[in-house]
């Protein structure tokens, strides 16, 4: 069975920082480009940060403060999330995609940021 579950979601002081992990089993990550989503209420969901074949993208809304990484021995990967704003309060999503067209969600982790 293929799983993405998400954790580390939660609440947090602006300016503060969260890690997201994202733990897959039933395939191995490091066959497959990673990616982080967030989806705030009455929006869109937005791209985040995308992590394969060697390199590393990021949305101009989190460049500079997020950073995506994996851990392919932990079949894991992580959103590291500094200087939070409130506009950054979302569902937190980890997304899996193949070159032959698997393409896998993970059910979503909450973070808000609130003082």
């Known amino acids: 069975q293929v799983l993405l579950v998400e954790s580390g979601g939660g609440l947090v002081q602006p300016g503060g920082s969260l890690r997201l992990s994202c733990a897959a089993s039933?395939?191995?990550?490091?066959?497959?480009?990673m990616r982080w989503y967030r989806q705030a209420p009455g929006k869109e969901r937005e791209l985040l940060a995308a992590?394969?074949?060697?390199?590393?993208n990021y949305a101009d809304s989190v460049k500079g403060r997020f950073t995506i990484s994996r851990d392919n021995a932990k079949n894991t990967v992580y959103l590291q999330m500094n200087s939070l704003k409130p506009e950054d309060t979302a569902v937190y999503y980890c997304?899996?995609?193949?070159?032959?067209?698997?393409?896998?969600w993970g059910q979503g982790t909450q973070v808000t940021v609130s003082s």
């Open positions: 997304f899996a995609r193949s070159g032959w067209g698997d393409n896998y």
């Open positions: 039933g395939f191995t990550i490091s066959s497959y480009t």
């Open positions: 992590s394969g074949g060697g390199t590393k």
